[in-house]
């Protein structure tokens, strides 16, 4: 661009010329380190014990990203608060795509509505990168509690109000899908606090809680042994893998009832485009191979990459769904 005979001009068009050539050395190093990306081992935070679906999750595709960058993926449980503690740590990583995150994205997007001291917004200072999978939850009782249906259940519900006993991790997606059946038939039942997935999958199978909603993961095998009896399925159409087992939307005044877990990697904001498009292209051609899709889909699990854009809009969704069976129940954590 040629400059003026004019001081003040020769000055802005220098400046402006500067400006251009910044703004593309940059775009150049961003590209170039996008390209190099990864070059040292990346940590996936885990916002639940081991052991969980999404430390599951986390290690199936950590080892093929291992094999396919040659960089170890680790997995890093950080349990405690729903995964609050995790997501705090996220937020406060660099964007550098060498801390990641995966855990049930729904719970992520009950937080802001139940928590009433949260540091940090789940729009704002996270980046989606692609959700991982669905998994509807099975709805399962100890094998003494003298019911076979959900109708059976509720009935039982109203003829002993608040006895039977529901163990939970306080605040997390199975709580809130718990409850919204709860607001829907008009039953009392006591939430018993638990550290998460498998403290309550034992509760109930030792006899100390009566019913739960759980992830297929954690609960098919314990069906399978007879340790826990199987009732009916949270999604809202009949799952392949026991087409025999009602789904709980089948139950009159509960029509339409839908509810699961959607396992998705995050990462902190900021997160660069470039990495972020690589992440999400390589977890969708990892679930996609016949032996880790034939895993998951074994388990009761609907492998699935949303995209970056199509995962932020469902959780901004899920935000607005939840925040209203939460001011309905007027429950907080503080």
């Not at 040292?40 to 014990?49: D, E, F, S």
Request: proline fraction near 8%; hydrophobic fraction near 40%.
């Amino acid at each position: 661009m040629p400059t003026t005979r004019c001081k003040n001009n020769t000055i802005k068009t220098n400046s402006y010329t500067m400006t251009v050539a910044l703004v593309l050395q940059a775009m150049i190093a961003h590209a170039a380190y996008a390209q190099t990306w990864p070059a040292k081992p990346i940590r996936v935070l885990v916002g639940a014990p081991p052991g969980g679906t999404s430390d599951i999750l986390t290690r199936l595709i950590g080892v093929k990203l291992t094999e396919t960058w040659g960089q170890q993926v680790i997995s890093d449980p950080r349990p405690g608060a729903n995964g609050n503690i995790a997501v705090e740590m996220l937020v406060r990583s660099a964007p550098d795509g060498y801390s990641l995150m995966l855990m049930d994205i729904g719970n992520l997007s009950i937080s802001p509505s139940m928590y009433t001291k949260l540091p940090f917004d789940i729009i704002r200072d996270i980046t989606p990168v692609t959700t991982v999978t669905f998994s509807p939850y099975l709805l399962t009782t100890h094998p003494s509690v003298p019911v076979k249906t959900v109708t059976e259940l509720i009935a039982l519900a109203k003829k002993n109000p608040g006895k039977l006993n529901v163990p939970v991790g306080l605040g997390s997606n199975i709580h809130l899908s718990t409850l919204a059946m709860q607001q829907r038939v008009g039953t009392q039942w006591t939430y018993i606090p638990t550290k998460g997935g498998q403290s309550s999958v034992l509760s109930v199978m030792t006899g100390d809680g009566d019913f739960l909603f759980m992830g297929v993961l954690q609960t098919w095998v314990h069906v399978k042994s007879g340790k826990l009896k199987l009732i009916a399925v949270s999604s809202e159409a009949r799952e392949p893998m026991y087409p025999q087992v009602p789904t709980v939307s089948e139950t009159p005044g509960l029509e339409g009832y839908n509810a699961g877990s959607w396992q998705g990697i995050l990462g902190p904001a900021k997160l660069p485009a470039d990495i972020v498009g690589k992440l999400h292209n390589e977890v969708k051609r990892i679930i996609a191979l016949p032996d880790i899709n034939e895993k998951m889909t074994s388990q009761g699990s609907r492998p699935q990459a949303k995209t970056p854009q199509e995962m932020g809009k469902w959780l901004a969704t899920e935000k607005d769904r939840w925040a209203k069976v939460v001011k309905e129940s007027g429950l907080k954590i503080e």
